[in-house]
Structures are given as C-alpha cells and as structure tokens.
C-alpha cells in the first residue's frame, strides 16, 4: 500500500471530473493525509470518443466496465455516474471483488442503501456516501461522527439547490418560475430531468438518507410525503413575506416518543430561523439534538468541485481505514425499528389563501367552521379583489393543530358554499421540538 492506491473511476462528467482535478491538484496533501500516492487507475464512461474540456490519458478510458471492476490493481471504486439498476449492479460487483467503494448517488443510496451496506459488510469492505446529501457539505460526517453521542429529535434541510434558487429568485427579484428553472438548468444545478428536483424527490431521496442515519431507524423512500413547489406563485410568496415568513422548499425529518415523521414540502418559516436566510443554489441543514440543541450545516450543494470535495474526503476515510485494518466495521445496522407518526400526532400551523364571496356572513361561516374544529386564528388578512366582483381574498395563519383535523377543515372550505377557491396551503415550521 505505501507504493499507492489505485482508483477505478465510474463516470467522468460534471463530479467525475471535479475527482480527478483534487486528485490531481491536492496530491500533496492528500499524501500527507494518507501517507502515500493516489493514482486514477481505469474510467468507465459511456462515449470514449466523447470531446471533454480537460486532461485526461484517453488509454484510461473504457465503455466496459469490467475493465474497472474486475481490475486487481483497483482498491477503491468511485460511482459517479448516476442512475440506479446499473449503478447497483456494479457496486455490489466492486465489493463482492473486495473493492471499496465511494458514491455521490442519492437515488440508489434512498433505496438501495440498506442493501448495498450489507453487501459492504459481508465482503469486509467501506461502502460510504458523504456527496449524496448537500453535495460539498458534510453533514453525513457531522451527523453520524460529530453528533454521534446525541439523540436527535429535528432534522430540516435545504437540500435541493434547484428549488432554493427558484424560490430565492421569484421572492427577490418577482421572477416567473419557468423562467428561472431554465436559467437554474442553464447553471448546472438542476437534474438533467428537473422533475425530480422541483416535485421534491430529490429532496426526498436526501431526506430518507439523513433520516435512516440521524434516527438510526431503517426508513424507506416511500415513508416521506412529497410535495414539490410547482404551484407557489409570488403572490403567496409576497403574503408570506407580508406576514414575517419565507417560503422555502424543506425537507423535514422529526421524531417524537420513537415515531418518525418525514415529509418534503414549501413551507413557512419565521424570518428569523436560521434556515429562511439560506439564498440561491445553497443548501443547510439544520438539526437539533436533545443535549446540543441547535446547530446548522451550511454549503455549496452541488457543482463539480464542491461535490468532489466530499467524494476525495470520503475516499481518505477509506485509505485511512485500509491502513490502520478497520474496513467495513463504521457500517452499523439501524438501533431502532421503523414507527412513524399517524395524522394525529403530527402537529404544526398552516398558512391558508382562499377566494371568498364578499357578501354578509362569510366571514362568520368561516369562523365557525374553524370554531366547530377548535382550532383559532394566529393572523388573517381580508380585503375585496380589485379584479373580481363581490370576491375577497382572505389569508390565515392558524394556531398549532394536527394533520388529521387540517384536512377535514381543508376538505370542508372545498365544498363550502361562499368558498370561491382555495387558492393555496402551506405548513408553518420553524420551532425546536
Ligand atoms: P453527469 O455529468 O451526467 O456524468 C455522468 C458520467 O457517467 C458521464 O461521464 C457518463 O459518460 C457516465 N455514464 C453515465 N451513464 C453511464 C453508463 N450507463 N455507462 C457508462 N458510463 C456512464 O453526472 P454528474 O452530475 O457528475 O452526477 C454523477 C452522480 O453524482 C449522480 O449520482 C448525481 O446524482 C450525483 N451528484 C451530483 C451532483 C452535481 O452537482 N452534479 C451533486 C451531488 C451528487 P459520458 O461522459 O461518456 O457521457
Ligand atoms: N439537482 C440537485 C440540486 C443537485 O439541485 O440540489 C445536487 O444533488
């Protein structure tokens, strides 16, 4: 090993790419971490024949990925293409052949993960993942080392760079949201398919990984409830504003008495959380923890360089567990059996815009509806529509209620006769507990 370690690299583009650069551009360091060379041994990318605007020894170069994975001079294999099925089969291949393995990918890790760690675990091999959560930031490390001692009870995260960018832009600046999602996909942040950042999933798939590891609890992607932020309009972020809230697109993950809730969805938050001031392409995590309280984890959440950081910190982490004889042993299974919340025991505030009929008595068959579910009104907002006849637009913010009783009241003002429309509804967050 003192001669060096060799990596096999699947994929070279946007990460891929940034690896090879820190490799490159930090051996010195690197060497001084780990106490020997580290050398790019083969690459796996789709088109050899592909033009790429660095450097790169094109015999390295392969279309088949044997050629990395069955390579006996690899130690460590990086999976930096993305996707799922393929992405799965060659790094169950790479541990089953003893190689160790790094990867950036947020999908496979949200629904393989559990699965590939147990492979890592039987061949005796490191399997981690720091890039697939907040790109450059490192919150895995922060949660699962740092905060290792404590017992976590709140994790809310940015963690889509596309979305906060969006949303930064239409709230600052008025913008259309179309028109700033092209420009985000323009920047490189977005998926090459944005669906999966602006309908949530993105978020959701990081938000399952932080939960697993932050609760010790083995929760499935399918557990988070996922809304994405394709029908915020300005108006309601101009109402949010109005009302000392910002809209921002949060994966949150919360645990109470042993039951887990977890959900991506815009929501509300007070002008003075610390996650509201997160702008642009940024990402944070905020999570508290029974004995630390408050803390936060703040960062680039994607491009090359960042995202590489913590894919070059992760393979060091390996090295270092090569030498001292300790591969594959950080790899636990989950404490605690997987409880979640019922409707009943999931509890917030929630921001309502509706479309009422400006006439004697609405307002009194609002109240009582909200009356009848003894749930009261923290702020509300009333004035008649300009554009629209006999209409007011009313805005609430109601007191702290839960999930079940929301949707009747929510289901109720749909078939309300002097209900116009509802035009919009958003969670409030923002406390510790
Ligand atoms: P990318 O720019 O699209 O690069 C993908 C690379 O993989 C390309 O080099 C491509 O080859 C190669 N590849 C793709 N499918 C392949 C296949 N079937 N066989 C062989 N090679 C294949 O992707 P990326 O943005 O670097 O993202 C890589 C991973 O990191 C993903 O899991 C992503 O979710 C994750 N990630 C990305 C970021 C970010 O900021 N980009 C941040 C955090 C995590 P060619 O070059 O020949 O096309
Ligand atoms: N599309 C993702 C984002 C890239 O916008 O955050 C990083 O995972």
Redesign the pocket.
Known sequence: MDRGVTIGL?????????VIRIISEHQAELHHQIGCPVEIGR??????L?Q?DFDIDELK?T?N?ADVLTDPTINVVI?????VK??RQHITDALRNKKHVV??????MALYGAELLKVAEENGCDLFYE?????GIPVIRGLTEGLASDRITKMMGIVN?TTNYILTKMSEDGRDYEDVLKEAQAL??A??DPTSDVEGL?AARKMAILATLGFSMNVDLEDVIVRGITTVTTEDMNYCEQLGYKLKLIGLAKRKDGRAELTVQPMLLPLNHPLAAVQNEYNAVYIYGEAVGETMFYGP????L??AT??VSDLVTVIKNMRLGVSGRSIHSPLHRKQLQTDEDIESKYFLRLHVKDETGSFAALTSLFAKENVSFEKLLQWPLEEEVKTAEVVIITHTTNRAVYERIYKALEDMDVVIDVKSSYRVEGGQS
């Open positions: 699947l994929g070279l583009g946007t990460v891929g790419s940034g690459v796996l990318v789709k088109d050899k592909k790429r170069l279309e990925a999976e930096v293409m993305g996707g393929e992405s990867t950036a990918n947020k999908d496979l890039a697939s959560v907040a790109g760079g490189g942040f998926e090459s993105d959440g994607a491009g090359s960042p995202t913590a894919v």
